[in-house]
């Protein structure tokens, strides 16, 4: 794996899905992925080659070969299991939503602490009593998580998850939290993307 | 208004949010601002010089002037009528999600195509016919969309937007859309966050 800036990394999944899209053998232009994803081609040219890819001068890059790059750079060349704390309405609808199994990952356990609940299925997986997530993953049930929990919650159960050895978390609870170095977490707040669409109209 | 790069604007929700939290009349250093966004202080620095906003060397920013110029520049110094297309579990999700009231924006409106969601209530707001967006969103009721609707519906329904007059388009569904230019859209992708978010653990 190479070192890439995280400007670079954020635009890889935007690359890899129009290259999964190109037929089979076909190649891709850096002017067609730069315009696709909003950067220039120089900036494409830029990312790709920091992976140490090379593409064919005037013809373009393998969409298959650089694919295959892009999802071993991302570590999705194993499929990866995912863990989602949260069987209320927001969990339920990142445990169907469509894409992500096609995507490299596979939602494996879903959490809440609701008696009620647990038991119940959401998208065919079990929802599993939260009581129970560091020996889930100690057993290597899931490695990555993605918190849909209440806002109060959020730190709480984050640290719950890092305690059971998670060490990559999506925060889709309104709440910063934080998380000790050596533990990856991004964060989507629906907050803030409509504060930055606001400013474009 | 400034003229402001992607980035500036991307990082403005984030400073923002650090801003409310301080207490009245306390100044916020750059250092401080820089440490939780994940940016370096000159960087903020420079994006709050191309807001033409001053701080005091030594000091730092007036936490409420910054905040309330940075407001002003996302345009949500008033506030802003949100409609959600979609009222399954996302949409659901998304009209009860907390911190959007705080946050500038209300939801005014709810739409779904199922005549028995149609009626229901969602988070206090009556789920709302489809077929009557171009007339809802021309008398005002929203000015902004989320769309929460599967995968193959996502392009027509935002079609219907645009005609409707809609502006700014936040989307969920795990689809590319395309829109005219002059519409402002933003993609929220489940899928590439999680790969995002692979690449470091």
Redesign the interface.
């Known amino acids: 794996m190479s070192e890439?800036s995280p400007a670079t990394?954020?635009r890889?999944?935007?690359y890899?899905?129009l290259l999964e899209e190109a037929e089979n053998g076909r190649t891709v232009s850096s002017d067609v992925l730069a315009e696709a994803t909003g950067v220039t081609a120089a900036n494409v040219r830029r990312d790709v080659a920091a992976m140490g890819f090379q593409g064919t001068r005037g013809v373009g890059y393998s969409a298959v070969d650089l694919a295959d790059r892009i999802r071993r750079?991302?570590?999705?060349d194993k499929r990866?299991k995912?863990g989602i704390v949260g069987a209320?309405?927001?969990g339920?609808?990142?445990a169907?939503?469509?894409?992500?199994a096609?995507?490299?990952?596979d939602v494996t356990a879903v959490y809440d602490v609701d008696p009620k609940r647990i038991g119940q299925k959401v998208g065919g997986t079990e929802i599993r009593d939260m009581a129970g997530v560091a020996g889930d993953s100690a057993d290597g049930l899931f490695d990555?998580a993605?918190l849909?929990v209440?806002?109060p919650s959020a730190q709480t159960v984050a640290n719950q998850l890092v305690s059971a050895g998670i060490?990559?978390?999506?925060n889709f609870a309104?709440a910063?939290i934080e998380v000790p170095e050596?533990?990856?977490l991004?964060q989507?707040?629906?907050?803030?993307?409509?504060?930055?669409?606001?400013?474009?109209?």
Request: no cysteine.
């Open positions: 890439l990394v954020a890889l999944p935007r890899l899905r750079e991302l570590g999705i990866r995912v209320g309405n927001l339920t609808a990142l169907g939503y469509s894409g992500v096609r995507r490299g990952f990555m993605v849909a209440p806002a060490k990559s978390i999506l309104p910063r050596g533990v990856a991004r989507v707040d629906l907050s803030y993307e409509l504060q930055i669409l606001s400013y474009y109209g």
